[in-house]
């Protein structure tokens, strides 16, 4: 079970994405931005960071990578893609999913251990939560509000492709405290906040954020 | 040579919170009466040759898939004279 990660100038998070899929047992791939093809792996992370700079818009330019024509496609065709907080950005730009990224409602960048709900957990990487299962993982943003037209948001609503939803004080302005959404196969799955920081209690909060990355293992070999 | 300008903004139903940051800073300056402000971006492209319908539109594609989200965000595009 191959997972590749996508590396694009200005990525952070792309070696804790990778060392997550380890912990999980999967074998991580190393993707990167000018690559064409993604070397047979069976799901893709677009990681955390500031791809680009976040020039232009956040994840606006890295939507244009050689890698991610490749990404969509693959996509469209079943393939798990998740994208964490900037890799999220990079999704919504591709229009895989709906909606956008805006910088945070309060102006502040925010860092903080944060308190989520997963509401769907019928999705390649939440296969291995409950629904209404509740955990804490790291959140950093400067541009996590997200937003879309209330047509939009209740389309998602309506058809539970809102994925993990923020409890407690909203940590950046989302509209309807979402925090994470999926497309409507639900192998796609954007998220605001890092799961991949919380897999090891050496490191991270908890240990909490383990199953997205065990969920798509498990969805890989039972498709 | 000519100058297209693309002018893009977010919709007026997006927050704009680096516009109201500004908006709260001008008063704490002496710059009053100004009631709300938006922040937008302003692309010039310099174009080669006669700027045609068709190098319009074509800037009107760019405008919509990269310069601008439409999701959150209008554009207008013109063509500022020499």
């Known amino acids: ?223 | 040579m000519a100058r297209v300008v693309v002018d893009v903004m977010l919709k007026p139903e997006i927050l704009d919170p680096q516009g109201k940051a500004v908006a709260q800073a001008l008063p704490r300056l002496g710059f009053d009466g100004i009631t709300a402000v938006r922040q937008g971006k302003r692309f010039e492209l310099e174009v080669d040759g006669e700027v045609t319908e068709e190098r319009l539109a074509q800037i009107r594609g760019a405008a919509e898939t990269l310069l601008s989200n439409p999701v959150i965000e209008d554009f207008t595009v013109r063509v500022e004279e020499a």
């Not at chain 1, 937003?147 to 058809?159: H, I, K, P, Q």
């Not at chain 1, 939803?165 to 497309?183: K, L, T």
Request: hydrophobic share 40%; aromatic share 8%; with cysteine.
């Open chain 1, 1 to 223: 079970m191959r997972v590749g990660v996508v590396t694009f100038p200005g990525s952070l998070d792309d070696v804790d994405a990778r060392r997550a899929v380890a912990v999980a047992g999967g074998e991580p791939m190393r993707l990167w931005h000018a690559d064409e093809d993604l070397r047979y792996v069976d799901a893709v992370v677009l990681p955390g960071g500031f791809s680009y700079g976040d020039y232009l818009r956040a994840g606006a330019i890295a939507r244009f990578a050689p890698v991610m024509s490749s990404v969509v496609q693959a996509a469209r065709g079943g393939t798990p893609v998740l994208g964490i907080c900037n890799g999220f950005q990079v999704l919504c730009e591709s229009h895989l999913l709906p909606g956008a990224l805006i910088r945070n409602d309060h102006r502040k960048f925010v860092c903080r251990d944060q308190e989520l709900v997963i509401e769907n957990s019928t999705t390649a990487w939440t296969g291995g939560y409950a629904a209404g299962q509740h955990l804490v993982v790291p959140l950093k943003n400067g541009e996590g509000g997200y937003v879309a037209d209330d047509v939009t948001l209740d389309r998602l609503e309506g058809e539970g492709r809102v994925v993990a939803r923020y409890v407690g004080q909203n940590p950046n302005g989302s509209y309807r405290s979402i925090a994470g959404v999926s497309n409507e196969r639900g192998n796609v799955v954007g998220l605001m906040p890092h799961p991949e920081h919380a897999v090891e209690e050496l490191t991270g909060p908890t240990t909490d954020g383990l199953a997205f990355f065990t969920s798509v293992l498990r969805a890989t070999v039972d498709a």
